[in-house]
T-cell receptor
Framework: DTGVSQDPRHKITKRGQNVTFRCDPI?????LYWYRQTLGQGPEFLTY????????KSRLLSDRFSAERPKGSFSTLEIQRTEQGDSAMYLC??????????????FGPGTRLTVL | AQRVTQPEKLLSVFKGAPVELKCNYS??????LFWYVQYSRQRLQLLLR??SRESIKGFTADLNKGETSFHLKKPFAQEEDSAMYYC?????????????FGTGTKLQVIP
């Protein structure tokens, strides 16, 4: 296992198109997170899965965004009707739940989305 | 609500000089604090976490609950320390663990 992987690494799309990103977490990790990062900002939380259950969703995530983790392994993040404001780096991270709530997250390389 | 503040966008120091990257947080419960680092063209990775009280690559950070701070320190900066540093807080929000990141500080070590 080489860590968290994301596909694609780069995506350029036209405004109004739909895009889907994939994240493969570290195999034994049951928690999976999606973040968005824009220039000059830290990662902003989007959503969080514990196994296949989506437990939390940020207000940043409009109705155009949807995430799934159907079998508790890989996850997809879909953005419908993309807008130029969606241009950002989309990061995936995974972790494993342990006692005391320690939550060290391991990040993927990110998918850079550019909406023209 | 939980919040993390990193007041400096850029910190430039000379090689061999001490480094202190500031981080303040706001959280009503008992927080878990982390420092993540991102070197050029690499992914974000954990540097250290307060719960383990370890020193990684010469960096240390002490949680000061009175001042709600978790500043990152290193006595002698090295050129390879140049990177983006993010402070992060993990806490319960709505019954689930949520991680909030600061906006990051770019550390530039001048040879």
């Amino acid at each position: 296992d080489t860590g968290v992987s994301q596909d694609p690494r780069h995506k350029i799309t036209k405004r109004g198109q739909n895009v889907t990103f994939r994240c493969d977490p570290i195999s034994e990790h049951n928690r999976l997170y999606w973040y968005r990062q824009t220039l000059g900002q830290g990662p902003e939380f989007l959503t969080y899965f514990q196994n296949e259950a989506q437990l939390e969703k940020s207000r940043l995530l409009s109705d155009r965004f949807s995430a799934e983790r159907p079998k508790g392994s890989f996850s997809t993040l879909e953005i419908q009707r993309t807008e130029q404001g969606d241009s950002a780096m989309y990061l995936c991270a995974s972790s494993t739940d342990r006692a005391l709530g320690t939550d060290t997250q391991y990040f993927g390389p990110g998918t850079r989305l550019t909406v023209l | 609500a939980q919040r993390v503040t990193q007041p400096e966008k850029l910190l430039s120091v000379f090689k061999g000089a001490p480094v202190e990257l500031k981080c303040n947080y706001s959280y009503s419960g008992s927080p878990e604090l982390f420092w993540y680092v991102q070197y050029s063209r690499q992914r974000l990775q954990l540097l250290l976490r307060h719960i383990s009280r370890e020193s990684i690559k010469g960096f240390t950070a002490d949680l000061n609950k009175g001042e709600t701070s978790f500043h990152l320190k290193k006595p002698f900066a090295q050129e390879e320390d140049s990177a983006m540093y993010y402070c992060a807080l993990s806490g319960l929000s709505g019954g689930y663990q949520k991680v909030t990141f600061g906006t990051g500080t770019k550390l530039q070590v001048i040879p």
